[in-house]
Structures are given as C-alpha cells and as structure tokens.
C-alpha cells in the first residue's frame, strides 16, 4: 500500500493526498462486500447452498424460521438473500446473507407446494475469494443478528472481521476497528475490548471466559495487566476451579478487587514516570541553555546580564533536579506496593475465605486517597504546569514546594495503608 506522499503543490488549502491507505481499503472493501453491485438474479432453491462457514445457524430454531415463513407469506420478501457465485467451482450459489430468509422460502415451498416459492430473487457477488465471503458473512450476520446472545460468539465473530479487515485493506488495527464500526454498527469501545481480550488474555482465563464461567467486564480489567500478573491470576483461578464453580466465583471477586488496586498503582506508575521524562527534557534543554551561555562567555561575550542569566539556569536545574527526586521516590514507593499487591493474589486462590469486611473498608479507604492524589498530581506534573512554576518568584516556589511535599506525605500515606491492608 503506497504511504501517502504531498509535493510543495499540495500543500495548500484543501491539498488531496496521492494515496490515502484507508479509502484505499474502503475501496478494497467495498468491492468484497459488493456494496456497489446491481446483480440480481432469480435463483433456483436447489441452485443454493449453506454457507459452512456460518456459526451462526445453530441458534435458529424450527419455531423462528415457520415464523418468519409466515411473515415472509403475508408480506414477501423485504430484504434480497446475497450469494457468492460458486457455480464454475461448485455449480452453487452459497449463501453470505440471508440464511434464515433462505430456510423459510424453503419452508414455504415444502409447505405449500407453489412455484412462486422455488425461485428466490438475491443479489449475487461474483469473484469474490475465501476472505471475502468471510467479510461478508461476517458484516452482515454482526448488523442483523448482533451475537448479543452469545458473547463468545459476538466476540470472537467482531476480532476476525477486524483480522480479515486488516489483511485485505492492509491497514492499522485502529484503522481496521473504524472500519468495522461503519460496517457492522457496532462500537469502536467494545469493538477494542473484545479484541484486546482476544489478543492480551491469558489463554487459561480466556478458556474460562469462553465458558462462561467469569465475567466479561473482569475479563478486559486482567486483559489490560502485564503478563506476569495474567499468569498468578490463571493459577489462582484454576486451583479455585478445581475446587468447584462457586469456589471459582469467590476468588474471582476477590482478584477482580486486587487487580483494581494493582490497575489504579500501575496508572500513577505510568503518570509519574511521564512526569519524570518530562522533566529530564527541562533539564536536558536547561542544561543546553548553560552549555551556550559558558561558551559565549569563554568567547568573551561575558557580562553581568550574562551571569545573571546563567544563575537562573543553574537555579532552574536545581529545582527539576529536586524535583525528579521527588518523581523518583514516590515511584519507588508505588513500585514497592504493587509488588506487594501483585504478591498477595498468589495468596487468594490458596486461601480463598481469607476476607472480611474490615479488608474491604481498608481497600475502599486506600482507593479513596489514591483518587484524590492522582487528581492533585495531573494538575501540576504537566509541562504547561512546570513552566508556569519555573517563572514564579522565590515566594510563589516556596509556596509549590510545601504543597509538593505535602502531596508526598499524602502518597506515603496511602501507601502505608495499602500495607496495612495487605500484610
């Protein structure tokens, strides 16, 4: 797929790109869906065939199909079965869409003994390979059918339409996840989450997933922990299962409480070590700013404003200095309780009736503080928020300072309670 190239012509206002990857798998797609095609043609039932490939099929039942055969007898058919035409292969035309509609014209037929009912009018794709008919079948079953029924299903219908997406547009999985948004009217979020649990859960989780033994929205809360984790979490949750369902279901809760901790100490993890590489770039540019004022001045370009200037620069790396000290000892801190945290789940599934209300209150309290020092942290660790603070006079970083060192005395805290709550 060519990347998209723009020469000085292009640039300005309302400048079309050479190639667009995504329109050109739109292109792609269309024409393996053929949503532009007008060939309808009145086909035999014994010309059409089942589509094998359709897991789909077993949730109709005798009861739907004579229902809507009635409908179909008082109001005809509303919506055109589409087939891919197999007949130089085959000499059948298989089924992408429509297969109820098909069963019930069928139904008619058997039923009533009228010609009418032996020819059915569908809009035929012709040239279409493997994973086009797998496109097709896909989109048209997650519009009409949803899969809501059946999660796993749903789920693992939604992850290879995206895989097929990507294979025949040649796309990014963001991209492929837009496309199948428009395609099948399901949401970009869940579309995500389902394949993120398809991709990043443990196997052994998502084998209990699959069976319906744990529920889909724990099953994305451990799809998004390390691996390492993932791993405790599926020893724990098969020595439970061994035990029996509703052994499994209490560890399960009980894993599902932890991993949030774990989640919400990860999350601060992650933000203070963006803060901290934010701040080693103040320092790197601080320090180019100190290196080009010392050699100005070894030119003899030195003066007094020079020198004052180079004392603000060498106060300013003072303060970041100081203040990735403090990034750093509130991650080792974080780091600290997590392992703790993520060493406790080996302890649930051995001991599973460990609990108590008292467990609980504490973890509620610790997962109260931590909010509220998350939501003071995202105030001031931006870059905006740091540059603002270096412009400030010795008062105002004084004053920033205290309230800095306020916050680490509020995190220790919560750290300590965590400890509290886990040994």
Known sequence: MAKIKLTDMDMGLGSIPQSDPLHDAKTL???????DSDDYRSIPLQMIELNPENDY???????????????????????????????RETGKFVILSGERRYKAVSWLYRERQENKYAVILCKVLTGLDALDEMLVLD????????????????????????????????????D???????????????LEKNVMVETRLHPDILALLDRDLIPKNQAVQYARLPEDVQMILAQNLASAYEIGAAELRDVNDKLFVATKTIAELNAQVEQRMRGMREVDEEIAEAQLSLSALRAMAEAGEASEEMEQQMEVVRKTLGDLEQQKRMYANTISNAKAALKKSEDKLSEIGVSPKTGSAVTDDIAAM?????KKAESSVTGITSKTSVNRMLKMDDAGKRVTLER???LRQALDSVIRLLERGIT
């Open 139 to 174: 989109a048209a079953n997650l519009q009409t059918r949803g899969g809501m029924q059946d999660e796993r299903r749903f789920r693992k219908a939604t992850y290879r339409f995206i895989e097929n997406l990507r294979k025949k547009g040649g796309v990014n999985e963001r």
């Open 29 to 35: 797609i269309n024409r393996s869906l053929g949503t």
């Open 57 to 87: 099929s077993t949730e109709d039942t005798d009861e739907e199909i004579e229902e809507l055969a009635r409908d179909i007898e008082r109001n005809g058919l509303l919506h055109n079965i589409v087939v891919s035409d197999r007949t």
């Open 366 to 370: 610790i997962n109260k503080g931590l």
């Open 404 to 406: 800095m060192r306020a």
């Open 176 to 190: 492929a996840v837009v496309l199948a948004e428009k395609y099948t009217g399901v949401s970009d979020k869940l």
